[in-house]
């Protein structure tokens, strides 16, 4: 099976081309969000230097949240866009899991974090031991002092701990020493296409077969102007004289 696979959800964009769990050609771009301009030339550079066209795709995959929001909607709608007319599965699959997937060789708890501002992460655990990951939380947003409640929660005694993503340097500075995170190469960090290929493909075995009209982008939470929109009516809500009833 061919896979392509892209990510967008944060500063890096990613887009890696697959022959099962074989990595035929993968792409990382760290330079800013600029994701709209790149991430198509990306996906057009793999297919090239691999000598294979979108018709010989069979599944393509992409991380579908929780991330920047233009992140997320770039990489859900490249892949929409792909998959459009050609009756390609579509699957759309965690952020979250697929960093916590960087990690997971070295065992132990592996908590991805990415950057949610307004002092948050959004997060998940996840354990790996004898070759498997286990989700043991669900992706939501916390504040590091929930998340270092919720690792209490979680860990079992003398249980090693990694944290990847682009939370990573806020989240060792803040709970990092006090839980005995270990250390983690900054290549490990950033979101990987490849990974992401490989999850889709483990959902694509287990039966799913998500089409692009069905592919739904993970928010987790309002974005900034849905925010500031709410908040707005609650302040002019609470100035509107009662009425009697």
């Known amino acids: 099976m ?109 908590v991805p974090v990415m950057n949610a501002r307004r002092e948050q992460v959004y997060t998940a655990l996840f354990r790996a031991e004898n070759g498997e990951t286990v989700r043991l939380s669900p992706d939501a947003p916390l504040s590091l002092s929930e998340l270092r409640v919720l690792i209490e929660e979680h860990r079992r005694p003398g249980e090693t701990l990694r944290f990847c993503g682009d939370g990573y340097g806020m989240t060792m500075d803040a709970v990092g020493a006090e839980l005995g995170a270990l250390s983690v190469p900054e290549r490990l960090r950033y979101q990987s296409a490849y990974a992401a290929a490989q999850v889709a493909r483990a959902k694509y075995d287990a039966g799913e077969r998500t089409t692009d009209a069905e592919l739904v982008p993970t928010y987790l939470r309002p974005s900034q102007a849905e925010r500031t929109k709410l908040e707005k009516d609650i302040r002019a809500a609470g100035t509107q004289p009662q009425t009697d009833k």
């Open 2 to 110: 061919i896979i392509l696979a892209l990510d967008s959800t944060a500063v890096t964009a990613s887009v890696a081309l697959c022959r099962d769990e074989t990595v035929l050609a993968e792409y990382l771009l760290n330079n800013g969000n600029t994701h709209s301009e790149n991430l198509l030339p990306m996906v057009e550079h793999v297919l090239s230097l691999s000598g294979i066209t979108m018709d010989g795709v069979d599944l393509l995959a992409v991380t579908a949240g929780p991330g920047s929001f233009t992140g997320v909607r770039i990489g859900a709608a490249t892949v929409k866009g792909l998959g459009f007319g050609r009756n390609l599965p579509c699957i759309g699959v965690s952020t979250l899991e697929v960093l916590a997937q960087n990690v997971s060789p070295f065992g132990g708890l592996c």
